[in-house]
């Protein structure tokens, strides 16, 4: 019985050694990296102008995945793109860490085009999480401006952001779709 306890006690242990990340990102120097962010994306990833989105309370995994596409030029957006040469793995961690500490946000968004939109959003809650809050490499769309959310929709739809789930979702919907599910994302 004495060995079944070792045993047991052993493999807790080494469990626990695969739980605890090796490295944490310091959210810290995260905050400070964020001034250079700050202008368009606003305090603390609170973005005042619909052109660029919020990072409140955005998934860590998708900020690394989309500052790491940016640095790579797999995404394209030439004032990001230079922001993100000069980022280190640590510096995106740590950006990462920050924005997804921050508490959400609410762009709001029309309530009647809400209200449709609603309805038409289930297609949507299986990647980006049953209330639309992110899903790990799947971005957060609540509280996001509607604006934002009609660009990027309809970037997908032509082809200019790739990613095929996205563009066959975007090609599926009309523009009072992309509008009516945008109010709804914003307005949460």
């Given amino acids: 019985m004495s060995a079944l306890k070792h045993t047991l006690s052993i493999s807790l242990l080494l469990a626990s050694f695969w739980t605890v990340p090796i490295w944490a990102a310091d959210i810290a120097a995260g905050e400070q990296k964020a ?24 998934q860590s995994a998708y900020i690394i995945n989309q500052l790491t596409a940016f640095k790579t030029g797999a995404r394209n957006n030439t004032m990001v793109q230079s922001m993100a040469a000069n980022l280190s793995d640590d510096d995106m961690a740590n950006l990462a860490a920050y924005y997804s500490s921050q508490p959400p946000v609410s762009a709001g968004g029309d309530p009647a085009l809400a209200k449709s939109g609603q309805a038409k959003a ?8 049953s209330k639309a809050e992110g899903n790990g490499q799947f971005p957060r769309l609540a509280g996001q401006h509607p604006g934002y959310l009609v660009n990027q929709l309809s970037s997908f739809k032509e082809g200019a952001r790739k990613n095929g789930h996205m563009q066959a979702i975007a090609g599926s919907l009309s523009e009072d779709d992309m509008k009516a599910l945008a109010a709804y994302f914003g307005s949460l």
Avoid: D, E
Wanted: charged letters at 5%; glycine letters at 16%; one cysteine or more.
């Fill in 35 to 58: 001034a250079t962010c700050m202008g368009c994306h606003g305090p603390k990833g609170k973005s005042s102008n619909a052109q660029w989105p919020n990072l409140a309370a955005q």
């Fill in 122 to 129: 289930s297609m949507c809650l299986g990647c980006h999480g």
